[in-house]
């Protein structure tokens, strides 16, 4: 296994990322923060944020947003749904992933998002 240490900043004891078997990534959940800090907003700018520390973690191993097979999403307040669901279209081009969507109790944050993707055969 790779650890893929770069992306954003883990807040705890994980790793961004993880590359299995050279072809799969599994990206940690990753949240609207710059430098481990988190950055206030609506739950669209919230959830923009996070799809772009997303993909800062899935370059690093070698991926995009295109690659993703699954993804999921946690929300503080599953009232925000729609709002959320607009801004994470922008993000998919094509094809959207296979998703789940779940109310969840977050600590200081709106939305959090991890991701599976497949890498191009190395």
Same mark, same amino acid.
């Given at each position: 296994?790779?650890? *893929?240490?770069?992306? =954003?900043? !883990?807040?705890?004891?994980? =790793? !961004? ?7 799969? %990534?599994?990206? =940690?959940?990753?949240? !609207?923060?710059?430098?481990? +800090? ?15 520390? +997303?993909?800062?973690?899935? $370059?690093? $191993? ?5 690659? %993703? +097979?699954? @993804? ?10 729609? #709002?959320?669901? &607009? ?7 094509? $094809?959207? !992933? $296979?998703?789940?969507? %779940?109310?969840?109790?977050? &600590?200081? *944050?709106?939305? #959090?998002?991890? @991701? *599976? ?6």
């Amino acid at each position: 296994m790779e650890h *893929i240490t770069d992306g =954003s900043t !883990p807040t705890g004891t994980y =790793s !961004p990322a993880v590359v299995a078997e050279g072809r799969f %990534v599994f990206v =940690s959940g990753q949240g !609207p923060l710059v430098d481990g +800090v988190v950055v206030a907003g609506t739950v669209a700018e919230q959830t923009r944020l996070t799809l772009r520390n +997303v993909q800062s973690v899935l $370059a690093a $191993a070698g991926a995009t947003l295109d690659d %993703v +097979v699954r @993804c999921g999403v946690f929300l503080a307040d599953i009232a925000d749904f729609a #709002e959320m669901d &607009a801004a994470y279209g922008e993000f998919f081009s094509g $094809a959207a !992933p $296979a998703r789940t969507t %779940v109310g969840a109790a977050l &600590a200081g *944050i709106s939305v #959090e998002i991890d @991701c *599976i993707a497949r890498l191009a055969d190395r």
